[in-house]
């Protein structure tokens, strides 16, 4: 990050508490600083607040440029407890570190069958999951994929640095080919090249995203190499991040949990469903009687317990289950007890959001407003590159 240090703005941005605009990396990472010192020593006079502000933000960007992570999210209606665990508690802890972009990717979803009408709604209720789930638009930009025209732009870009093999390759598209063999559109094929555009429009340096989309980011770090090596080094190589958990596995206790498999605790079910959906949870194979002892190693509601249940609750299952002193049952009224606990703030804040939707528009378009003007930055730099026409 170059260029003079827009100290006017900061003051303004910090005290009115809004997240500010122009030069939105800089002007995060300031106004952050700056709430501290606020909070640490009370309000001072403007001048030494200036001097402090620009001394910090020098240093910042002289020495250690924050990093620059970017995800996305297709508003497939609802989030369930793989997203959060895979990736959304992964974006709520990383906003606390780095430069955050989160994108609901409305013109990924087009490439699979789908109904417009309810594009709108599907959208607004992932932004609104998202927000409940803590991710905070004052640290964090969240905006909608077709709200920045230099998504697509970008990919058309790097459609002429992506191979065919490598995109024929892709387990993603061979699994969804399969699933809609009506439909094996382009766009789906082109898929990982609009998600790479995604990451590289601003710069992404780490993707949080569950084990699933490691190709994609590996595909995502093979363009930005491409482009650099063709064109002149413009993108910095993306890398996943992973969460100590990247691959949840469904209530069938075999495959990942998906929307489209029907496997899934959707993070919005109430206590009722919660427990009617662990109820038909898959356990220990070898545990058909309530007499027959169980290995919670082998079983994935055990494992649901790693997440939500407290040391003391877990050692009482590990205890129970391999001594037949308790039942599944048991084990899974516990589970779900804590997994309600756990859902219940989140449940929440999305009824306080859902009370008030123009809330959650207001926050995407500040989010779009921010988005675009990186995106644009990224654009311009990418024309003159690749010595397109310039207006
Ligand atoms: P999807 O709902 O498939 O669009 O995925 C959204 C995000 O959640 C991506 O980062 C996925 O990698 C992650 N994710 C989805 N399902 C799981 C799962 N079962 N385990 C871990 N991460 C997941
Ligand atoms: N393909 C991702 C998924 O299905 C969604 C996505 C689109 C994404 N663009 C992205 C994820 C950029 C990370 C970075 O989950």
């Not at 993707?207 to 590996?218: M, R, T």
């Not at 008030?356 to 378009?365: F, G, Q």
Request: glycine share 6%.
């Amino acid at each position: 990050m170059t260029g003079p240090c827009p100290r006017t703005v900061q003051p303004v941005a910090a005290t009115t508490n809004k997240a500010p605009s122009a030069n939105f990396s800089l002007d995060i990472a300031i106004s952050l600083e700056f709430s501290t010192f606020i909070t640490q020593v009370g309000r001072t006079n403007t001048q030494e607040i200036h001097s402090i502000v620009d001394a910090r933000c020098l240093r910042k960007y002289t020495q250690s440029p924050m990093k620059t992570v970017f995800s996305g999210i297709q508003p497939s209606g609802e989030l369930h407890l793989g997203n959060y665990l895979g990736a959304i508690r992964n974006w709520v802890e990383l906003q606390n570190e780095f430069f955050c972009f989160f994108c609901i990717v409305d013109y990924h979803a087009i490439t699979q069958d789908y109904t417009p009408k309810e594009m709108r709604g599907r959208v607004l209720d992932m932004a609104t999951d998202i927000l409940a789930c803590g991710v905070d638009p004052e640290k964090s930009v969240l905006f909608v994929q077709s709200d920045v025209r230099e998504h697509t732009e970008l990919c058309w870009v790097l459609n002429s640095v992506s191979q065919f093999g490598d995109l024929s390759r892709m387990t993603q598209f061979k699994d969804k080919s399969q699933r809609q063999e009506h439909n094996i559109n382009v766009g789906l094929f082109d898929y990982p090249v609009l998600q790479s555009a995604d990451i590289l429009l601003y710069k992404g340096q780490f993707v949080p995203v569950g084990q699933d989309q490691v190709q994609h980011i590996e595909f995502a770090r093979r363009l930005a190499r491409g482009f650099n090596t063709r064109w002149g080094k413009v993108f910095p190589e993306p890398e996943a991040k992973l969460t100590s958990t990247p691959k949840i596995i469904g209530l069938d206790g075999k495959a990942k949990m998906s929307k489209s498999i029907g496997n899934t605790i959707p993070l919005g079910a109430t206590d009722k469903q919660v427990r009617k959906l662990l109820a038909k949870a898959v356990t220990d194979p070898q545990r058909e009687k309530r007499e027959d002892v169980g290995d919670p190693d082998k079983c994935n509601v055990y494992s649901l317990h790693g997440f939500f249940s407290s040391e003391e609750d877990k050692a009482w299952v590990r205890e129970g289950c391999t001594t037949a002193g308790i039942g599944c049952v048991d084990c899974k009224t516990k589970l779900g007890d804590n997994l309600i606990e756990t859902l219940t703030p989140i449940r929440n804040r999305k009824k306080e959001l859902l009370a008030d939707p123009d809330t959650v528009i207001d926050i995407l378009n500040q989010g779009r407003d921010k988005a675009r003007q990186s995106a644009a930055k990224t654009m311009d730099q990418v024309r003159k590159k690749l010595g397109l026409w310039q207006r």
